[in-house]
T-cell receptor, first 115, second 114 residues
Framework: DTGVSQNPRHKITKRGQNVTFRCDPI?????LYWYRQTLGQGPEFLTY????????KSRLLSDRFSAERPKGSFSTLEIQRTEQGDSAMYLC?????????????FGPGTRLLVL | KQEVTQIPAALSVPEGENLVLNCSFT??????LQWFRQDPGKGLTSLLL?????REQTSGRLNASLDKSSGRSTLYIAASQPGDSATYLC?????????????FGSGTRLQVQP
């Protein structure tokens, strides 16, 4: 078990292009989260999966954003028609446990720069 | 809507000093409160998790306390070292059916001077 992994670690793209990020959670964890973090701020929640079901989405997740977890293992986050305001660190976390014993473990993040 | 505030935003201390980082939250109906460490350009490392029924948790030189009634948590770092330099974030999730998202503060950026 090597923890939560994310790929790519860095992505530079031009405005209007589509990008896709991948997250591989800790193998026995059934919950997976996506957060976005901008400079000087704490992470903000985007969406959450339990197994393959997407159970919660933030209002931050506009129509240009889509996330999938097709087999309840890895997840992808796609941003279509990127805008400069999408530049941020995209963090993935996974967890197990219930209620007040749930600890979220974070990956290293994917840093996106939209030119 | 849960709001989490961390004070101070930045802190610089000489090596060896004991220090306290503060976290306040508006909704006391929380499942737990977590403290994380983030090094520049990196992901988050979980330091301590305090369950809603607990008052404090300790790990090495770190001690975190929780007072739900006042909506406050503190992270105490004893005998600080230059390697402790990082941003410290607190986060909570609320007891709302189906909601598991963590709400984060903006963090305290700590610099420990050798």
């Amino acid at each position: 078990d090597t923890g939560v992994s994310q790929n790519p670690r860095h992505k530079i793209t031009k405005r209007g292009q589509n990008v896709t990020f991948r997250c591989d959670p800790i193998s026995e964890h059934n919950r997976l989260y996506w957060y976005r973090q901008t400079l000087g701020q704490g992470p903000e929640f985007l969406t959450y999966f339990q197994n393959e079901a997407q159970l919660e989405k933030s209002r931050l997740l506009s129509d240009r954003f889509s996330a999938e977890r097709p087999k309840g293992s890895f997840s992808t986050l796609e941003i279509q028609r990127t805008e400069q305001g999408d530049s941020a660190m995209y963090l993935c976390a996974s967890s197990s446990g219930t209620g007040n014993q749930e600890t979220q473990y974070f990956g290293p993040g994917t840093r996106l720069l939209v030119l | 809507k849960q709001e989490v505030t961390q004070i101070p935003a930045a802190l610089s201390v000489p090596e060896g000093e004991n220090l306290v980082l503060n976290c306040s939250f508006t909704d006391s109906a929380i499942y737990n409160l977590q403290w994380f460490r983030q090094d520049p350009g990196k992901g988050l490392t979980s330091l301590l998790l305090i369950q809603s029924s607990q008052r404090e948790q300790t790990s090495g030189r770190l001690n975190a306390s929780l007072d739900k009634s006042s909506g406050r948590s503190t992270l105490y770092i004893a005998a600080s070292q230059p390697g402790d330099s990082a941003t410290y974030l607190c986060a909570s999730n609320i007891m709302d059916t189906g909601r598991r998202a963590l709400t984060f503060g903006s963090g305290t950026r700590l610099q420990v001077q050798p």
